[in-house]
């Protein structure tokens, strides 16, 4: 039915990142090219006619090519921009996981992932073990600092009831040794704001949400069912995490696998500390800084302004906005499992992203995403800017002020 709704005004089109770098991806042209097939192959099916040409050829491969659906971000917005509420990306997802399970035909780097996934429960080849190594550098920083420990690990409590929420560290806040400053500054500010809080640690695994976007429902299935299972074990109501592909995931799919979690961003669960007064910023940051808006933070779940709201809390902070920004932002070029795939084709998403957000003249990058905080890095090395310009978290910043 959305390949009869579309008028063909190309406006999602021209908001779509792989498009707008040179990607052969077209959201219209996969709209209405759907219903070209529908239209051909349609009739012919109705009336059960026998050898009709139409019938031998495929959607995906004979009207759409992989190279089409591997270089979509999922970043929704063609969703967004669409007058007549078509969605692009279902189909698109749909189209993907038909030629990873039924078809074995994906772009050859996602073996290691799916590999990786499969062993570790992490796109990372890293070992379920290692998820705690964060949880230990935190309690040696603080320690060494005289702060206030809050943090428990929910497995020795054998319930989350008496805590006050679960922080959910991510594959990337546990592993990425960048992102892992970004889990232990957050943890700190839950410390200093007397937040008692618990982590899973080697317990948690990815919540499946690359594997899902790259087609592998299986996979997904799996990874989601043993997550649930685990929260289930423990009573887990509330969560928090600092990755908005996680918050995704767990607030809005885990539904359909048999749970109900109140699922939080980092950002505004910040916000919230702010305004209750548990954290008062008063070191004076004289800092350009602009905010980059992650997809699946924005987007899919409508958060703008927490972000926005946590930076402005903090002293001298001089917000100064990309041109497209909020529901208009640009993707940074990850999502929709991209984060793992080789980029070949055309300019890279990241590039694009990073010279708007050089063009502003901010001296500091704000994010509030794993993928989105590596994708503007790799950018700014890139521009060879990596001395004058900084990619920051805003729990980063927050911690900065304090």
Partial sequence: LDGYTCTECGRCTSVCPANITGKLLNPKIIVTKIRKRTMNAGPAMVEKEEGVSELQKNLVSDYITPQELWACTTCMACVQECPVMIDHIT????????????????????????????????PWAFSAAQRNDWIDELQDELSKEGSPDCLKKVSSMGS???????????????????????????????????????????????????ARRLGNEFLAASLIQQNVETLK??????????????????????SAFGIELEVTHHT?????????????????????????????????????SSPRNSLKSVPGIDMVEMKRSGDRGLCCGAGGGRMFLEETEGKRVNI?????????????IASACPFCMTMLTDGIKEKEKSDEVKVKDVAE???ESL
């Fill in 268 to 304: 505004e669960f910040i916000e919230n500390l702010l305004k209750e007064k548990k954290l008062i910023p008063t070191k004076k940051l004289d800092e350009k800084v602009t905010f980059h808006d992650s997809c699946y933070l924005g987007r899919y779940n409508d958060v703008y």
């Fill in 91 to 122: 189909p698109i997802v749909d189209m993907r996981r038909n030629l990873v399970m039924m078809e074995s035909d994906f772009p050859p780097e996602m073996n290691t992932v799916f590999r990786n996934m499969e062993n570790n429960e992490s």
């Fill in 233 to 254: 074990k423990y009573n887990v109501k509330k969560v928090v995490t600092a990755c908005p592909h996680c918050m995704n995931t767990l607030k809005n799919e885990y």
């Fill in 397 to 399: 910043i927050v911690l």
């Fill in 352 to 364: 694009e992203r990073t010279e708007e957000a050089l063009g502003t003249g901010a001296k500091t």
């Fill in 160 to 210: 989350a009831d008496e805590l006050d929420v679960v922080f959910w560290s991510g594959c990337a806040g546990a592993f990425d040794k960048r992102y892992r400053n970004v889990t232990k500054s957050f943890a700190k500010l839950l410390n200093k704001a007397g937040v008692k809080y618990g982590v899973l640690g080697s317990e948690e695994k990815c919540t499946g949400d690359p």
